[in-house]
């Protein structure tokens, strides 16, 4: 079964293995995925997104208008994003391009934040550390298992956040439509919060697809693939912690 992460809702990870067979290609062990490997390269990605989000940040605090990159950077995060589901096999080169511009957008966007609520990135990225953490913790365990009703549920729930985003953006786009989840309400809140439960449940969806790939002797480069599908989650998991907080902070 996939991921509700785009990177794995497509047939790569259920055709790449038996490709190889059908080719009758012989894979080393150690030309194909591994854990480690994977895990890896998610920390050179981290490594790249917080140097590229240091430059809109440091832009916003000697006084320049870091707009341009910001938005600039998200529009080309997506756009990579959405080259690297069709051609995984690219993703070597995909991955860190992704994580350099959505760094330039995490920078920019952080950098707003903490100017109207002082020390909340600290807080955001804390509160996402520690949420991938315990995730982490309770999948390596096996304490949470991820079955297919799981799965559905999961994705069910994705699939509905996602949808409700965009319905409420084109309409307060196009009327005067005030959708439910701005300001600070206590449903606002709850929406939010509810939105960071679904967000980290999507990890463990991350982490059973890398375990999958694993098993399955996918090729090398699925490494770069698994690392940049679970890059995807941590960033909207720090985002919705940003406006969490934000909401929270405004109360006071």
């Known amino acids: 079964m996939n991921s509700n992460n785009p990177f794995f809702k497509n047939k790569t990870y259920s055709n790449t293995s038996s490709d190889i067979v059908h080719d009758a290609v012989v894979i080393d062990y150690n030309q194909t995925m591994t854990v480690s490997g994977t895990i890896n390269k998610s ?18 605090s000697n006084g320049q208008n870091p707009i341009i990159f910001t938005i600039g950077g998200a529009i080309v995060g997506f756009i990579l994003v959405l080259i690297a589901t069709f051609k995984p096999q690219l993703s070597g080169y995909l991955a860190p391009g ?8 995490i920078g920019g966007i952080s950098a707003i934040f903490e100017v109207m609520y ?3 990135v600290i807080q955001a990225v804390s509160c996402t550390f520690v949420t991938f953490m315990v995730c982490f913790g ?27 985003y965009l319905i409420s953006w084109l309409l307060s786009l196009f009327t005067s439509f005030q959708p439910v989840h701005y300001g600070n309400s206590m449903i606002s809140i709850g929406i939010s919060g509810f939105v960071i439960v679904i967000a980290a449940l999507n ?8 375990d999958k790939g694993v098993q399955q002797k996918m090729p090398k480069y699925m490494e770069w693939y698994g690392a940049m599908g679970l890059m995807i989650t941590l960033v909207w998991l ?13 109360r006071r």
């Not at 920390?43 to 916003?60: G, H, K, N, P, R």
């Not at 992704?98 to 957008?105: C, V």
């Not at 298992?145 to 996602?162: C, D, R």
Request: proline share 1%.
């Open 118 to 120: 002082p020390g909340i």
């Open 138 to 164: 309770l999948y390596k365990y096996k304490i949470v298992k991820v079955t297919e009703k799981f799965k559905s549920v999961v994705l069910a729930s994705t699939m509905a956040i996602a949808s409700y």
């Open 43 to 60: 920390f050179l990605m981290l490594i790249l997104l917080v140097a590229s989000a240091a430059v809109t940040w440091f832009m916003a």
């Open 238 to 250: 720090y985002i919705e912690f940003l406006r969490l907080l934000s909401k929270l902070n405004s």
């Open 98 to 105: 992704y994580a350099i511009f959505e760094g330039l957008f």
């Open 203 to 210: 990890l463990f969806l991350d982490f059973d697809q890398i």
